[in-house]
């Protein structure tokens, strides 16, 4: 006897884990259309932004190597692939991912549109440590490379990893959960002036001082280790006049600063873009998408340095963000600011 599928509960279930239809989209087609056309991205999936301005500003060429130091779902990879080798051409593409759960996937999703290991090489790695990736890999130095600095929407949709507040789970936040320590455990044991600059520097809240101040005071009695626990603790915490969309948008800005605090993201970033010049073959072609202003100001400042510098040729001297239509289809790509810079020499 057959056994039947399971079922989720409900119409419109809530759940992650009964999103029965929108996690196998591809057996459900119509489903994922409907969920779609109205401008939402299918839960465990993630659509590449800008993808058109990006292939504009890197302008891979048939047979060139590239580098895709976030990986992700792969979705950039595999436009970078199809201009990497167009019309037969050999071109080789390595993607980068810090996060051992989505690496695996995304790699499957490489392999299915044809691309093998003589196209493809996915690493386990943090862009932090590109340098020492090429060298192991031994294929040069790219000419093309991209780096989305953006939580893929699979992280931010299942509520076990904790980064999302609208669905209760683990205080988390790790990129990779197998490193490091939780949000949970940051938050129970950091100083207050720590948790204040994490607050300032990692999501301009105007309040550091006194909101850090308040959730250490508050930690050992609420203990802070759920997603849900927070984010009602950080609702209640304002004075109950504020309108309700300045109320979320802290909670977004305090989930935000503490990702960014456990992962260590700026320390990376920085790594990255100082050594970033020397990674790149002359002539070559990076393009970078942030999401917050602390990124942002990172990226323009090292790209304007390097300008100043003589080791890139050109810089982008405005950002690129997302039109009306890709606002509509995806409104998660709202923050999304693209720079780009050339590598001098030829």
């Not at 979705?75 to 593409?93: I, K, M, N, Q």
């Not at 959730?215 to 609702?235: I, M, N, P, Q, S």
């Amino acid at each position: 006897m057959r056994k039947r599928r399971p079922r989720y509960p409900g119409k419109n279930p809530r759940r992650f884990e009964h999103k029965y239809k929108e996690l196998r989209a591809e057996q459900y087609p119509e489903a994922a259309a409907h969920i779609e056309s109205r401008g939402k991205t299918l839960a465990g999936s993630h659509r590449p932004i800008l993808v058109a301005e990006i292939l504009e500003v890197l302008d891979p060429k048939p047979g060139e190597f590239g580098v895709d130091c976030t990986l992700g779902h792969a979705g950039h990879a595999l436009e970078l692939l199809g201009r990497l080798r167009a019309d037969g051409a050999s071109g080789r593409l390595i993607g980068l991912d810090v996060d051992p759960m989505e690496m695996p996937r995304a790699e499957s999703r490489v392999r299915a549109a044809g691309h093998g290991p003589e196209a493809f090489q996915g690493v386990a790695s943090n862009f932090a440590g590109l340098a020492g990736v090429l060298e192991r890999v031994g294929w040069g130095l790219p000419s093309v490379i991209l780096a989305d600095l953006g939580v893929s929407s699979m992280q931010i949709d299942n509520p076990e990893r904790g980064f999302t507040f609208k669905h209760d789970g683990p205080l988390d936040l790790r990129l990779n959960p197998t490193r490091g320590v939780a949000a949970s455990e940051w938050l129970a044991s950091v100083r207050v002036g720590r948790l204040e600059t994490a607050l300032r520097e990692g999501a301009d809240e105007p309040r550091a001082a006194s909101l850090a101040a308040a959730l250490v005071a508050a930690r050992d009695k609420v203990g802070f280790r759920r997603t849900k626990v927070l984010a009602e603790w950080l609702r209640a915490w304002p004075d109950p006049a504020t309108p309700r969309e300045e109320v979320e948008k802290l909670v977004r800005r305090v989930f935000q600063a503490l990702r960014i605090a456990v992962n260590d993201e700026y320390s990376a970033l920085d790594t990255w873009l100082r050594n970033l010049p020397g990674c790149l073959a002359p002539g070559g072609r990076v393009a970078v998408l942030t999401f917050h202003s602390g990124e942002d100001r990172r990226v323009k400042h090292a790209f304007r340095a390097g300008l100043d510098a003589g080791l890139y040729s050109e810089i982008s001297e405005e950002v690129r963000r997302p039109g009306a239509e890709e606002l509509r289809a995806n409104p998660r790509s709202a923050p999304a600011k693209l720079r780009w810079a050339r590598r001098a020499g030829e």
